[in-house]
């Protein structure tokens, strides 16, 4: 009900209606709604345990600055009675003090209540953003293979700084201008019940007036948040395809609608801000016509002795402090109410159930041969009866051996690296490794025993020696240096300005895809695993490069256990095994020669095109 009271007086800002186009936190501040507001707020509440002491302290910091917002209009207008109209200045030194030391408290309770509910927010706002980003860690990997990482991202960052924001202003102006509101009221109400009806007959004219502008302006934000996205993402695809423009020649194609996206942009945002120009020339109006009928009103009551011009001018300033509370009151609540939203989709994601743990009395594996056997291994990534990516799957690799896994998108090859390193747990057969079956053992250990070479080479923002450190970090320079070496990096990094303190920027950029995958490799070797997977990234190398990476691939893949998603055929000649997939079952196993002789799905896929436009994850 008091949402809906105060919805007239709360209106679209320019910065919003950009925010929501852009995707900044504003955004999500005019399109979250909470579904459980209460178990939410509950939720905060028991973060905000540790501080309930100094939160009872800033709530009666704000107490007290509200009280003397009130008293320090209430004693100019008893000055004015009974010094300045009276010609009385016996205790006017007195007064005036007391309303100067109103002054100088109402500053100190105010940056009190500022200082500590800061204090209370940010260190709510880090233990809540600790544990998320410690839950995130501690998720499957299926989460995230289901949710976009740019929604995941806005909850970390969007959502928790919407509820720090709101913690640290909107907290205590919401409950100010309760306190504003309900006291200016109560106040008038004592003074001059009459004085104050009057003083209230502007009230359904700014309510009937706000409605009948954001009615419009709702609308034309809508529309221009709408042309400001479609601009946004006009501008960002051709930016990103300018290789595509350039190439086709479009240049006046894309520049010509462009300008009518923008021509439609400043229609809209000139309506849009025309009648959102309307708000603050209404308020003044209005509060004008406040002023005109407390002077005017006021003025013929004080004739007749009815109040004095005291209480005249405690009216006027009291009237100027009444529609204050009532916008700041609406935007607030509005805040409020989104971050709590914000806060609910922040515990979605706590709620969310951890990666299974390991059983009681996990193995550690302290060496590992790299014996791996699967045994009838079926999985569907759809547990509610949808189709199964991997059906009986069986085979055996020795230790030292490499197996290839070959076959059109879909088979079910990267399903197989997904199970072996338990990022999932195969629904139905055995996998084991040295005999153990790998749900015996701690995921922590498995995986600590295996080292990955994907196809997108992934790296840090940071040195490159700390990236190739990422593999193991106790590392020595030197151990980092001789795996460097091995990988065929040393060289490209010692032609860099800082060789290995060179920092890379965000996912490696400013060094080649190629020179990205060799420190990947490097990392590898470092990591000294004893199971190698490999999801081979050669395709978009020149020549040269990928000699490199194979000859540092062989090195690494020499005496370990390696698991290779086949691309290209002349990277899968000399292996020991090739498994063929097609729809999740096993067609076909054995060597290279052995396949072609068969002449069966691995022939046919050797024939028709080169494995790799075949392949793509």
């Known amino acids: 009900m008091l949402k809906a009271l105060l919805e007239p007086f709360q209106y679209p800002r320019k910065e919003e209606a950009l925010a929501v186009a852009t995707g900044s936190p504003s955004a999500a501040k005019s399109k979250l709604k909470a579904r459980n507001w209460s178990n939410t707020l509950r939720r905060i509440w028991d973060y905000l345990a540790h501080s309930r002491a100094k939160l009872t302290l800033v709530l009666i910091m704000v107490i007290l600055t509200s009280g003397l917002a009130l008293l320090g209009p209430f004693l100019i207008g008893r000055i004015l009675d009974i010094h300045i109209i009276a010609r009385d200045s016996s205790g006017l030194s007195f007064m005036l003090i007391g309303l100067m030391a109103v002054f100088i408290l109402h500053s100190a309770t105010s940056y009190l209540q500022n200082i500590w509910m800061i204090g209370i927010a940010q260190r709510t706002v880090y233990e809540m953003r600790t544990d998320l980003f410690r839950h995130l860690h501690r998720l499957p990997i299926s989460f995230f293979d289901i949710r976009r990482h740019g929604e995941l991202m806005s909850r970390v960052t969007n959502d928790m700084e919407n509820v720090s924001s709101t913690l640290n ?67 960002e695809e051709t930016i990103s395809g300018q290789r595509i423009v350039k190439t086709f020649s479009l240049e006046r194609r894309v520049i010509s609608e462009f300008n009518e996206k923008n021509e439609r942009l400043r229609n809209s945002a000139f309506w849009a801000q025309t009648f959102s120009g309307y708000i603050p020339k209404l308020m003044n109006s209005l509060n004008n ?76 594996l302290q060496t590992v041969r790299g014996e791996v056997s699967f045994t009838d291994v079926s999985f569907s990534y759809e547990k509610d009866g949808g189709d199964q990516t991997l059906i009986d799957v069986s085979f055996t690799v020795s230790p030292g051996e490499t197996i290839a896994f070959v076959g059109p998108t879909g088979a079910g090859k990267t399903t197989v690296i997904n ?89 490696g950029s400013g060094i080649s895809q190629g020179q990205k995958q060799l420190l990947s490799i490097a990392r590898a070797i470092l990591a000294n695993p004893s199971i190698l997977i490999l999801d081979e990234a050669t395709s978009s190398i020149d020549t040269i490069t990928e000699i490199h990476i194979q000859e540092a691939l062989q090195r690494l893949m020499q005496g370990r256990t390696s698991f290779v998603i086949a691309h290209r055929l002349n990277t899968i000649r000399n292996v020991d095994q090739i498994i063929v997939l097609r729809e999740g079952r096993m067609v076909e196993q054995g060597s290279h020669s052995q396949l072609l002789e068969a002449k069966g799905y691995y022939y046919e896929l050797s024939h028709s095109q080169d494995l790799l436009d075949l392949e793509v994850h």
Not at 337 to 364: C, H, P, T
């Open 289 to 364: 016509l406040s002023f005109a009928i407390i002077a005017g009103i006021g003025a013929i009551m004080a004739i007749h002795d009815m109040i004095t011009i005291g209480v005249i001018v405690i009216f006027v300033e009291y009237s100027r402090q009444f529609t204050r509370p009532l916008n700041d009151l609406a935007n607030q609540l509005n805040t409020f109410l989104s971050a709590i939203a914000g806060a609910e989709r922040v515990f979605d994601i706590l709620d969310e159930e951890e990666e299974k743990k390991d059983i009681a009395g996990a193995i550690d």
């Open 169 to 235: 202003t909107s907290f205590i102006q919401l409950v100010s201008s309760i306190l504003a509101l309900g006291g200016t009221l109560g106040v008038m109400l004592w003074l001059s019940p009459l004085l104050t009806l009057l003083t209230m007959l502007v009230i359904p004219m700014m309510v009937f007036g706000m409605k009948w502008i954001t009615k419009r302006t709702n609308r034309l934000f809508k529309e221009q948040q709408r042309n400001v996205g479609e601009m946004n993402g006009y501008i």
């Open 419 to 507: 199970l072996l390193s338990r990022f999932y747990d195969a629904d139905r057969g055995q996998i084991k490794i040295d005999g153990h079956d790998i749900t015996s053992i701690g995921r922590e250990s498995l995986r600590r025993r295996m080292a990955f070479v994907l196809q997108e080479s992934f790296l840090f923002q940071g040195t490159i020696l700390e990236n190739i450190r990422y593999g193991r970090l106790e590392a020595t320079f030197d151990e980092v240096e001789e795996a460097a070496k091995q990988a065929n990096a040393h060289d490209f990094i010692m032609k860099l300005p800082d060789q290995y303190q060179t920092v890379l920027k965000q996912e």
